[in-house]
C-alpha cells in the first residue's frame, strides 16, 4: 500500500543566514547598458522575508487550486504565524486534520476557504468543522 504525500511539508529558516550575490542595479528587462559593470552586493533571502524568525515556516505547494493567486505546484510558501488573519489573506489552515492553503473570505455569518481555481469549490467553514488559521501566507518564492 503506497503511503498518501503529505499536503504541506513545513521547513524553519536557517539557524544560520546564507548571504548570496546581488546585483547593485536592477535586471534590465530591455536592452542591457554596457556601461553597468557588475557590482556585487550581498542578500539573504531570510533576511527578506522572515520578519518574525520565531513564528515563520516554509512549505511547498501540492496541487493547483490556488494557481490563480499566483501560487503553482512545486512554489515556496512563507508564512508567518505572527501575522492576523484578515478577511482576503491567503492562509495556510488545518481544516479536519489536514493542511489546505486557501484564500480566507469572512462574513457576518460564517466563513469560506476560497480556492482561486474555478476547478475547486469554496469550504464552508460549519461548526462541525475543526478549524485552524495556522499562518498567513506572506511571500511566494517561485519555481520555474
Request: one cysteine or more.
Amino acid at each position: 500500500m503506497r503511503t498518501p504525500k503529505p499536503a504541506l511539508v513545513f521547513f524553519k529558516p536557517g539557524e544560520e543566514s546564507q548571504t548570496r550575490p546581488l546585483a547593485n542595479t536592477g535586471v534590465s528587462a530591455g536592452f542591457p547598458s554596457p556601461a553597468d559593470d557588475f557590482k556585487e552586493l550581498r542578500i539573504s533571502i531570510d533576511q527578506e522575508v522572515v520578519k518574525n524568525e520565531e513564528a515563520t515556516f516554509y512549505a511547498r505547494v501540492d496541487g493547483e487550486s490556488m494557481q490563480g493567486a499566483g501560487l503553482d505546484d512545486g512554489d515556496l510558501l512563507v508564512i508567518d504565524r505572527s501575522k492576523e488573519p484578515n478577511d482576503n489573506a491567503i492562509a495556510v489552515c488545518f481544516i479536519d486534520g489536514e493542511f489546505t492553503v486557501k484564500r480566507l473570505k469572512v462574513e457576518s455569518d460564517c466563513m469560506y476557504l476560497m480556492p482561486e481555481n474555478p476547478k475547486y469549490k469554496p469550504i464552508k467553514v460549519t461548526e462541525d468543522n475543526q478549524l485552524i488559521i495556522w499562518g498567513v501566507v506572506t511571500y511566494v518564492v517561485k519555481k520555474v
